[in-house]
């Protein structure tokens, strides 16, 4: 809901989706401010409100009070100087190439990561020259726009007013478009932040009842991304001075120009002050980093460890400076405090605030593209319903635009890259994304796809009839032939005399049913015409349809074993023969036949033992003209007299039905009204085996990486490829008997 920055920069808009309601609108942060109001009134009154506040002239800030600043003219406006190998005081136009910058924070960011202050003292410097981006549109021309040095760890106030530990160093920004714009987002008082791209080793952890990622080590960033708002605590903490090259650089140091010999005096005493400042400031933040880094060591109580950090805390938020050796004292005083407790108590517990982080941003956008396709809002695991996505463009343009117009092209090309969620889980792809940035959406978009995919593939009914016929689904590591070995039997034991010799018994012959597995796909494609036509229809129905593709060719494959009888299985015979096949059609009689004859099969290698009662039928499988006559011969009484009536009930002969029970599964495609089969329990007898690659037993779903080859750029269309990679064999004839087969 992108309003123009014109007028006032409170405006109350009506809502598209919800008739008679009304929102407050910032058109300066471009977002909705408070819930929806039902009355317009209200609303405008709230709006009214906000912008007077806004206009209202900021408070005066206070002094600092430790060390004293020197005092500042009120005029002319001050800048930055710089002082040239000469010696001379000039003006110095910042030019945004140098930011004094915290790259990740203590704490667990908006993405559920833990990042452990042991962690963050012990692999700071991994950052150093670490390549800086961009994932803002029209940020810079280049994806690269500088480097980090100077990196180290150093406690920062964080956003809440809390020190926290903390990356820092400074982003030396070398790409000019990009200095211009993170100055003037600067000077707006609306500065850019930081996210992070790095490989991590990471454990699964509960922090405050929550499920987190705690990181245990960085092993190698790839980027440090400006985006608009990052989620780890990666922001700029103030803009350095940046002299040309062979002049003294002045950090920090904030002056009026000199206009005259005696102000220039006066100018270098006020850079001298603000550079023992600095200094000072320099020295503060090193004790803060060795006391971390002690502390961290000590295995103290979290609030044992506060009380220390507490004693050399100054007011303004300031620290005092202190050398290693107080810093031990300190830290030894505390243990032998805690020791006496310890002596006099049975333990110490250490303390903790339990922090809710709720649901990230991207979450939320994955709940609203999942509610897009499943047509109704989703609700996350608190309980919170989020509203879903009616326009694939507009939710193009919230995640990647962030709320911007975008054109058909850019969304296309944006949806490109998509890998699967194992894929990316997987150590050689695991990195830590901080901050929604534009390459998300091809994730957000892709998952919500496959999400769609894998529920419409699980709930097909076909797909369920697959795994009722398996006795055993295997995932298979390799494309190689799979082979599966089945003994005989060795028969009955001989007896053996008084003092006599055992015999060797005959060794059993095998059998082996043998299969390798294939890939299956294709690919569909949205176009460019698509997504400008926004057509909501067609692109919620691909998911769908791709999952019901995939399910017709797994279970038409297998089916159509038994239906064809034509293909031979692992014996070079068919899956029915003489053995376990009547001519005859379906019906009571044929079906005691089929009873008969599977309990009495003989078992491989083996003819003295009879399969029995592991052998009965247990699942029907045959076409919809004959669902009837199943139904009546599984599910009802047979009698030897009339139907049963009121007054013949109680002299009626009932028959025993031994078929009943048999579960009836209706196969829809088979064409032939006579074909049907019966099979044995799976758990109980070896019928078929089902091997999908490296045990993805759904389908799985991809795009090229690179927009620019392919069909992005042949064509103007971006294309999902499906993969689903199986193979299966059946395993035994006897598990099986087929009605009307000739």
Known sequence: MPLPNEGPRYKVVPMKDSPGKFVVWDSAENKQVGEPYDNEDAAKKTAEELEKKASAPP???????????PAREASPPVQPVRVTEKGEIVPHDAVGRKWDIAIVEEGT???GYDYLRDTIVRDARVFEGVPIGVSWEGLAHHDIIGKATDVRAAEVRGRDGHMRMAVVGFADITDPPAQKRLLEAYKAGEPLEFSIDCIVNARESRK???VVQEVLAFTRPTEITVVKKGAAGGRIQRLVASAPSGDQEMSGAVMRPAASANDAEQALLKAEAAARQFELRVQESETRALLAEKLASSKLPADTQLRVRESFSLSGGHTRVATPAEIDEAIKKEREYLARIVESTEGVRGCGVAVDIGPSERERYEAAMDGFFKGHDVKLKNGESVPRFRSFVRAAETVIG????????DILRHSQGYQPR????????KRVKEGLQTSDWAEILGDSVTRQLLDAYQLDDRIRQVKMMASAIVPINDFRTNRRMRLGGYGLLPTVAERGTYQPLTSPGDEE????IAKKGGTEDVSLEMVANDDVGAIKQIPVKLAQAAAETIHQAIFDIPRLNTTNIYDASPLFRTANKTASAFGKATMNTARKTMRQQAAFGDSTKKLGATNLPFIWFGPADLEEAAEILFNARQKSTAPETSTTAETSTVEPNIHKGVKIEVVDYFSDAADCFVMANPQKMHTLEIGFYQGKEEPELFTQDMPNVGSMFNADKMTWKIRHIWGFSFLDFRGFFGFSYA
Do not use: L, V
């Not at 194992?422 to 792809?429: D, L, P, S």
């Not at 049913?513 to 390798?516: I, K, L, S």
């Open 109 to 111: 960011s908006r993405n």
């Open 422 to 429: 194992e894929i990316r889980a997987t150590e050689a792809y």
């Open 513 to 516: 049913a043998t299969y390798a």
């Open 402 to 409: 962030r709320g911007q117009r975008m054109d058909a092209r």
């Open 59 to 69: 408070p005066a800030k206070p002094p600092a009070s430790e060390p004293p600043i």
């Open 208 to 210: 405050s009842g929550k």
